[in-house]
T-cell receptor, first 111, second 115 residues
Framework: LAKTTQPISMDSYEGQEVNITCSHN???????ITWYQQFPSQGPRFIIQ???TKVTNEVASLFIPADRKSSTLSLPRVSLSDTAVYYC????????????FGPGTRLSVLP | KAGVTQTPRYLIKTRGQQVTLSCSPI?????VSWYQQTPGQGLQFLFE???????NKGNFPGRFSGRQFSNSRSEMNVSTLELGDSALYLC??????????????FGSGTQLSVL
């Protein structure tokens, strides 16, 4: 699995757009980028997954530049309920991997 | 479709005891993986089961074991509990054998406290 680096924490205010960037310099050709969201005392929840360019769903957008060495999770107009830890996971379709979740980014949305 | 179900939700044990945690995956999912989450170490991979066979194992001592049944339900066992085993234990299921490209569906976890 490619090693990832994310900011440890971020603060934002309600209604703002939040962008969380994940660096994965040694991403391999077959690697996808997946983001999860976790609230306290709950399991992580899948948010979005992408391979290149831009992916958008009802919750977020994922921007991946051409070199794929980083990715940015974009949360439009955050609310207090978006306060959570966000994990970036990068890996390929090889089975039998150890899933390594980094420390994630703790997002605090303030009123 | 029902989500991943973990039981019990909370558990209190004393040092030296053993504990068994249960995980029922989403119907049709054949892979179940287990994780330990603590404030200090974050989310750490324990092991993964697929078709009743352990496919991969993280860096945990042999006191941590698991199994998977023919209906894909999985149990995790921790023997000779230590204070440091206090954690949130999470399981996740996916339709295929786990890989980082698979979308994992997590349960709400079992909060284990060892006194």
């Amino acid at each position: 699995l490619a090693k990832t680096t994310q900011p440890i924490s971020m603060d934002s205010y309600e209604g703002q757009e939040v962008n969380i960037t994940c660096s994965h310099n040694n991403i391999a050709t077959n690697d996808y980028i997946t983001w999860y969201q976790q609230f306290p005392s709950q399991g992580p929840r899948f948010i979005i997954q992408g391979y290149k360019t831009k992916v958008t769903n009802e919750v977020a957008s994922l921007f991946i530049p051409a070199d794929r060495k980083s990715s940015t999770l974009s949360l439009p107009r955050v609310s207090l309920s978006d306060t959570a830890v966000y994990y970036c996971l990068v890996g390929d379709d090889n089975y039998g991997q150890n899933f390594v979740f980094g420390p994630g980014t703790r997002l605090s949305v303030l009123p | 479709k029902a989500g991943v179900t973990q039981t019990p939700r909370y558990l209190i044990k004393t040092r030296g005891q053993q504990v068994t945690l249960s995980c029922s995956p989403i119907s049709g999912h054949r892979s179940v993986s287990w994780y330990q989450q603590t404030p200090g170490q974050g989310l750490q991979f324990l092991f993964e089961y697929f078709s009743e066979t352990q496919r991969n194992k993280g860096n945990f001592p042999g006191r941590f074991s698991g199994r998977q049944f023919s209906n894909s339900r999985s149990e995790m066992n921790v023997s000779t509990l230590e204070l440091g085993d206090s954690a949130l234990y999470l399981c996740a299921s996916s339709p295929r054998q786990g890989s980082a490209n698979e979308k994992l569906f997590f349960g709400s976890g079992t909060q284990l406290s060892v006194l």
